[in-house]
């Protein structure tokens, strides 16, 4: 009637809502929004890895030069097929083949928006009714958002600390039964900066084998390897992501991430055009700068962490751009756990420090050591002060 609120019957999506709480995001806002908007000191990031934003870690003139032809050619400005236009995914098989002992064909690559989309598009193609996955610990949130998202039942494996964050291949034994869809495998980690060996790899791989379950490669920091231990591809180790023997046709996975990208999005057309020219232009020092950057990063990460009391590293990061640390709660006053640490040192030092909770990990720490050398010492030494203060007299 005239003058009568309507009754509404349309609701939000509660699990959407539950899911990306946890999500590195939400942890992000929360600790920016503790930083004193009065202190005059820039904020140090040290809770987000991405590298982009500082001048040593900005993108070759090649890549942005290629983007620019593409742009300007006009040839690149309608949808592609689903997935992804022909050269640069014959550029990708062509790249990916290097490192293995086969060679991949343009019809064994699938172009994402991202590894975002890569592991939005993989988890809801194995989210059967029953099915679960088995994902390390700690371990990138994302996979256990959309996993949580799409219905899929997630256990936890662990990575240890003390083995160079190695998988405990019994506790995978345990967890895996015969709904068991997959595990992820990361190397170069995030967020623990290990790199797998050829020989933990294998074990692996034979472990995966003995189960029947499909191993999802997470190998976004590839090459960005600058430890002991060089990055080695999954699929250079017993498992062949191209799929010689057609268990994943048989079984329908291929046909599902072709369905999936009937309904989903694109990376943009003009980006992919672009990606034939960024392999074949980019320079090798490059490549061999940001390594030594990164290297750099990490001795001075591992170096400065010894100064600090409260935490332990027990191994240095190897690669990707990330490391754990082990926060010793008893040492300190006034502190609770992992987020309360982190939500006081953003309010009183404007230090951003991801939640070891964020990750799996309750009571450690997550830090990013991407950034420019001197922010990272400067980060470094305000998380060294706030310790102090907080010290245990």
Same mark, same amino acid.
């Given at each position: 009637?005239?003058?009568?609120?309507?009754?509404?019957?349309?609701?939000?999506?509660?699990?959407?809502?539950?899911?990306?709480?946890?999500?590195?995001?939400?942890?992000?806002?929360?600790?920016?929004?503790?930083?004193?908007?009065?202190?005059?000191?820039?904020?140090?990031?040290?809770?987000?890895?991405?590298? @982009? =934003?500082?001048?040593?870690?900005?993108? !070759?003139?090649?890549? &942005?030069?290629?983007?620019?032809?593409?742009? /300007? $050619?006009? +040839?690149?400005?309608?949808?592609?097929?689903?997935?992804?236009?022909?050269?640069?995914?014959?550029?990708?098989?062509?790249?990916? @083949? =290097?490192?293995?002992?086969?060679?991949? !064909?343009?019809?064994? &690559?699938?172009?994402?928006?991202?590894?975002? /989309? $890569?592991? +939005?598009?993989?988890?809801?193609?194995?989210?059967?009714?029953?099915?679960?996955?088995?994902?390390?610990?700690?371990?990138?949130?994302?996979?256990?958002?959309?996993?949580?998202? !799409?219905?899929?039942? &997630?256990?936890?494996?662990?990575?240890?600390?003390?083995?160079?964050?190695?998988?405990?291949?019994?506790?995978?034994?345990?967890?895996?039964?015969?709904?068991?869809?997959?595990?992820?495998?990361?190397?170069?980690?995030?967020?623990?900066?290990?790199?797998?060996?050829?020989?933990?790899?294998?074990?692996?791989?034979?472990?995966?084998?003995?189960?029947?379950?499909?191993?999802?490669?997470?190998?976004?920091?590839?090459?960005?390897?600058?430890?002991?231990?060089?990055?080695?591809?999954?699929?250079?180790?017993?498992?062949?992501?191209?799929?010689?023997?057609?268990?994943?046709?048989?079984?329908?996975?291929?046909?599902?991430?072709?369905?999936?990208?009937?309904?989903?999005?694109?990376?943009?057309?003009?980006?992919?055009?672009?990606?034939?020219?960024?392999?074949?232009?980019?320079?090798?020092?490059?490549?061999?700068?940001?390594?030594?950057?990164?290297?750099?990063?990490?001795?001075?990460?591992?170096?400065?962490?010894?100064?600090?009391?409260?935490?332990?590293?027990?191994?240095?990061?190897?690669?990707?751009?990330?490391?754990?640390?082990?926060?010793?709660?008893?040492?300190?006053?006034?502190?609770?756990?992992?987020?309360?640490?982190?939500?006081?040192?953003?309010?009183?030092?404007?230090?951003?420090?991801?939640?070891?909770?964020?990750?799996?990990?309750?009571?450690?720490?997550?830090?990013?050591?991407?950034?420019?050398?001197?922010?990272?010492?400067?980060?470094?030494?305000?998380?060294?002060?706030?310790?102090?203060?907080?010290?245990?007299?």
């Amino acid at each position: 009637m005239e003058g009568q609120s309507a009754k509404w019957i349309i609701r939000g999506n509660e699990l959407l809502d539950e899911t990306a709480a946890t999500s590195i995001r939400s942890y992000l806002n929360m600790l920016y929004d503790q930083v004193d908007k009065d202190d005059q000191r820039p904020v140090v990031p040290l809770s987000l890895g991405d590298p @982009s =934003a500082f001048s040593c870690f900005r993108t !070759s003139p090649e890549a &942005v030069d290629a983007i620019v032809r593409a742009v /300007q $050619s006009a +040839e690149f400005n309608s949808y592609a097929p689903i997935n992804g236009i022909l050269p640069a995914r014959r550029a990708v098989a062509e790249y990916i @083949s =290097a490192d293995l002992p086969y060679n991949l !064909s343009a019809d064994d &690559v699938y172009l994402t928006a991202g590894c975002t /989309q $890569s592991i +939005e598009v993989i988890l809801s193609v194995l989210a059967r009714p029953g099915a679960n996955i088995l994902l390390p610990k700690p371990g990138y949130p994302l996979y256990e958002s959309r996993a949580g998202y !799409s219905k899929l039942e &997630v256990r936890h494996f662990d990575l240890i600390p003390e083995k160079g964050w190695e998988v405990d291949l019994e506790s995978v034994e345990a967890l895996a039964d015969e709904n068991t869809a997959a595990i992820v495998i990361i190397s170069p980690g995030n967020p623990c900066g290990n790199v797998f060996s050829y020989h933990h790899l294998n074990k692996v791989a034979e472990t995966a084998r003995k189960l029947g379950i499909f191993v999802i490669a997470d190998e976004v920091y590839a090459h960005l390897a600058f430890g002991n231990n060089p990055y080695v591809p999954m699929g250079g180790v017993r498992i062949h992501s191209c799929d010689p023997n057609g268990i994943l046709k048989k079984y329908g996975i291929v046909d599902s991430i072709k369905s999936y990208f009937n309904i989903s999005t694109n990376p943009a057309t003009f980006v992919q055009a672009a990606i034939p020219q960024i392999f074949e232009k980019t320079k090798d020092d490059f490549f061999s700068k940001t390594i030594n950057i990164m290297r750099e990063a990490a001795d001075v990460f591992h170096e400065k962490t010894k100064e600090i009391p409260c935490v332990t590293c027990p191994h240095k990061p190897d690669g990707s751009m990330f490391a754990m640390v082990k926060l010793n709660l008893s040492l300190l006053e006034d502190i609770s756990d992992d987020t309360d640490f982190c939500l006081k040192l953003a309010r009183e030092e404007s230090v951003t420090i991801l939640p070891g909770v964020a990750v799996g990990l309750k009571n450690w720490l997550r830090i990013t050591f991407s950034i420019e050398p001197e922010s990272l010492e400067q980060g470094l030494d305000r998380m060294k002060a706030f310790c102090q203060r907080h010290s245990r007299k």
